[in-house]
């Protein structure tokens, strides 16, 4: 079967980069008159692949002229990349805009964007129409490479722009990025989610899989280790499924083994693994690249297999716990992290059991535990819950002491070692301290010159909490 192409043709992105060659002629005819640049504050709520479609938007914003600020009340333009997994991240952005309003009153010229996938999603872009008049432009996943144009026609048409049409799935390529980090890099390998999990929207709001053509992802990676980058994190909502669409007889463990070759790259993690799919091929791989980190997040969801099946997950708990325990086999000292959900509408007491059971007997390294949250337009939005807040909250807080105890169980193991860490920078809670990650993903905090930002130090683990390490440059 010969593949659709799904790319944006190339005329289409010159179009859009000629859309931002016209703001930035706006911009720098304000610049004149106003002897300052125009800015423009982006904030990102949600997963890896939003932090990195947000870096498509600065690339993009930094092409038309704009200067970055983190500060709304000074922002000439301000755009919010938002997400709609959970309700509480999309209650954070209607807060926000709430607050935006009132610094519009003061700054009627300020341009306000709404994108990524809450915005995506049809009742939301008619709530933020109805009721936040102040809100400029809004748009969704399949329209990001448009932003050019849609910001071009916000400034001089001065009129509300909304693009959240759906394509069935569109790759665009050789977009503008800026990144923050020059060491380490998301690189989106493909896009998109075809499982429909029962609770989830992701496949609503980002469309069906679709790969990125392998020539494609190398040429990024080389690119980023020609500008001093040494780490790349592939992202995919299922990195197992990457390929499947190309019918070009490569897989993702394939793809890894192309990566691993880079010269200069000394870390590759990945992101996220689906247990339906993730099988022997990757683990060999994983075992035998010595540039794949040792570690591994492997969301399972829930323990029962009521509840997966329920969840339509296609797997057992059985098969998850197999698939677990062939990994620690072949790679001993691997870091284990998983998501879980607590309090999935037909979620009983008993079933949660087996959650915590799974969570006792891998004992990963984290997890990020999350309780159900309804979404609009899923199968499982129209189920009645088993069980009362109250008792989700209580099953919630159980599963938290009970992982505490194991990561800090697991970090203690790294008291006393000495660990390769690559330093971020300043850590966030001291000016003082650098913060950098061990090839098992572990934080650790030291003293050392800010010069060794993007560095790889050894470091002497001397004690652990239960998030962090904290230790001294050896
Ligand atoms: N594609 C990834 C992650 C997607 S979203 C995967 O399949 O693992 C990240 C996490 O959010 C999920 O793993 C799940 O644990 C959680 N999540 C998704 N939908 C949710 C919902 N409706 N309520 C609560 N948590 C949810
Ligand atoms: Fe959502 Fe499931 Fe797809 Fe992950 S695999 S994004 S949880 S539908
Ligand atoms: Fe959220 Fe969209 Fe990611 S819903 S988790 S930002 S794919």
Redesign the pocket.
Known sequence: MKKKDVHVPIEEIQRQKDFLNRISAINTQFYLQNERRRTACTRTYG?QQNENDTEKIRGMLEEAGYKFTDDENIADLVIYNTCA??ENAEMKVFGRLGILKHIKEKKPDMLIGLCGCMAQQEHIAEKISKTYSHVDMIFGTHALYKLPEILYSAITDKKRMIDIDVSDGTIAENLPVKRENTSKAWVSIMYG?N?F?S????PYVRGRERSRMPEDIICEINDLVKNGCTEVTLL???VNSYGKDLHLDIDFSDLLKMVDQIEGIKRIRF????PKDFGDKLIETMASCSKICRQL?L?F?AGSNKVLKDMNRNYTKEEYLQKIAKVKKAIPDISLST???VGYPTETNEDFEDTIDVVKAVEFDSI????????TG?P?AKLDFVLSEKEIQRNFNRLLDVQNAISKKKNDEYVGKIAEVLVDGVSKNDKDTLSGRTDSAKIVNFKGDLSLAGKYVKVRITDAHTWSLNGELV
């Open positions: 997963c997994v959970r989610c499982n999990c609770y989830c929207i992701v995919g909502q299922n992101m996220t693994s689906h997040h969301p969801q998501d879980i959900i990020f535990s999350f309780i159900y949250s309804r979404r899923t499982a």
